[in-house]
């Protein structure tokens, strides 16, 4: 371990000379008495402990994944040097982690065993991957003279992902994939959900006759159905740019949503890719289950901004991750032009594309006179063209505040879809 | 980090160390008045000794090492003014008074680490105190003793050279320590 002197060893010294010092000068041998307690210490202090080596330390945590604000036990297993009495362990935390109802360091003796575990209640304010910590190791000699110190590192990682919002209405996907889910599908096939009927055909099954309908219409008649399938879900990110401070930024809102919404298409049994469009092209290709569901959300944490000036278009991303009939959202403060287009064009080539708004006015200060009051009008006026060419383009958005709950905003969308299919017909 | 004591506990050390000082103060004061030879000197004691006493009371009260130092250099100094100034009659408490000026450095000292983010056991907190009261102590009566050898033989040479050669000596030991052999002092996590 380290040492560093204490305040007392810095001065004990110079005391003890300034009272030699004047005993010489006025020839008074009190002064030298009077210094002799003062060095005594000092002597004792000096001599009396032996440097100690690095302590074993074992940092641990009881979980490497958690979900934002939930407790996590550290736990610091430490072997006391048999050089020292006592030793103060602190746990130096990773800004975004805090500390619940620990004393912070805590004490351990030699007296209570040579090896000791000690446990901290850790809480992760936002999602992010985590260090663990640093484990800070103090300790005094026994006239507290002499500090000795050490920090020790672990390379464990602890993720913290964003907390889900509870959302019971999914956007729907005009189309439905091939495999088994848990949506009903709108073409007909072996299924629970009722269809149709028609006239028996050869090679159907006895058990669907429609009875009723047979005995009403003359000759046999069997029930059509919708099979259930799943759906690919393709969550775009818009990461040209984003807006706000790190911490409450449209970027940290945004993974915040993607999480949200990947969860909940997950659970339906869908399947959920992701691509981060932006300075750099980030993916992860559409799939489905438990372990595809923490890939998604650990590539969703190493979501970030990257700035560029180079203009990218769809053109860049690899056609196996827009797979036929998937169901593409959007999630963009709308502020890069580049995305827009990109938006559009997915649109135009016939994908199935829906847009999740992130506002960011909240993020601008007042305008203070009049000339900004008008730019900010202007500014409005640009954004709401932007989101009327979206809406024309098929396109269906809503916008999600800051702190609103997600699941009106998935509902809005839904229904200016359902709306929008109506029109169609 | 939240300090693991409370800020009322660390009361107790930092009260104990104004009063010693307070002690030293009066008892210089009053040694000082009885047997006063020159009286410009015992008015500067005095003085210093306040002055020693305030800043002693400014580093507890701020939860400044730094100043700790300076405060019981400042009564040190008070004392040596005193002495001085009392004239010819050796000051037979000289040794007491050293130990007061440990009592009112550690005390001091403790108060601040108390009020700040250390952790300590009180047991072992109990046996550092009994080690060091015992070690200023037999320290006091070293001193007691060397104390009575220069009055009995006045003048010694042997006093002057071990008196000097300690003096270089410490001298050394600080600037060794003030000069980076100790390294950073790492922040407290």
Known sequence: MSWAPTGRLLAYPWLIAGLLLAALAAG??????????????????????????VPEVRLAASESRVVEGDRLDVTVEVAIPPEVESLEVGLALPPGAELVDADNPKVVTRAAGERQRLSFAVRHRRWGAYPLGTVHLRAFDGFRMRRFEARLGSETVIRAYPRPEQLRTLIRPAHTHLYAGNRVAARKGEGVEF??????????????????????????????????????????????????????????????????????????????????????????????????????????????????????????????????????????PLLDRRFLTALLDLSGRGLDVAVVELPVESHLAAPRSPAAALARRMWRLERETVRARLLEAGVGIASWAKGEPLEPVVAEVEAWRRRARLRVR | MAPSRSAARSLIPALLAVALSAVLVIAILLRAVAVAAVPALVDAAVGVGVAGLLVIAGAVATARTAAIGWGVALLAAAYAACVVGRGAPVDVLAPLVGLLLVLVAELSH????????????????????????????????????????????????????VGATALVGLVGLAAWLRGGAAGPVQPVP
């Open chain 1, 28 to 53: 008074r041998p009190e002064l030298a008495a009077a210094a002799a307690p003062l060095a005594a210490v000092l002597l004792a202090g000096l001599l009396g402990a032996r440097r100690p080596g």
């Open chain 1, 195 to 332: 269809a149709d009927i028609r006239p028996h055909a050869p090679g159907d099954q006895l058990r669907s006759v429609n009875w009723r309908a047979s005995a009403r219409r003359g000759g046999l008649w069997v029930n059509e159905r919708h099979p259930e399938r799943n759906v690919d879900v393709v969550l775009l990110l818009d990461t040209f740019t984003q807006a706000g401070p790190n911490q409450a930024s449209t970027l940290e809102q945004m993974v915040r949503g993607a999480s949200s919404l990947a969860s909940a298409w997950l659970r339906e049994r869908d399947r959920v890719g992701v691509i981060d469009f932006g300075g750099t092209l980030r993916w992860l290709e559409v799939g489905g289950g438990l372990r595809h569901a923490y890939r998604l959300i650990d590539a969703l944490l190493d979501t970030e901004v990257v700035f560029s000036y180079a203009w990218k278009g769809i053109e860049v991303i690899p056609i196996r991750l827009l797979p036929p009939h998937a169901l593409i959202v959007g999630l963009t």
């Open chain 2, 110 to 161: 403790t108060a601040c680490e108390w009020r700040g983010p250390h952790a300590t056991d009180v047991a072992v907190e109990r046996r550092r105190w009994a080690r060091l009261t015992l070690t200023a102590a037999a320290g006091a009566a070293a001193g007691a003793g060397a104390l009575a050898l220069a009055t009995a033989v006045p003048g010694s040479v042997l006093g002057l050279v």
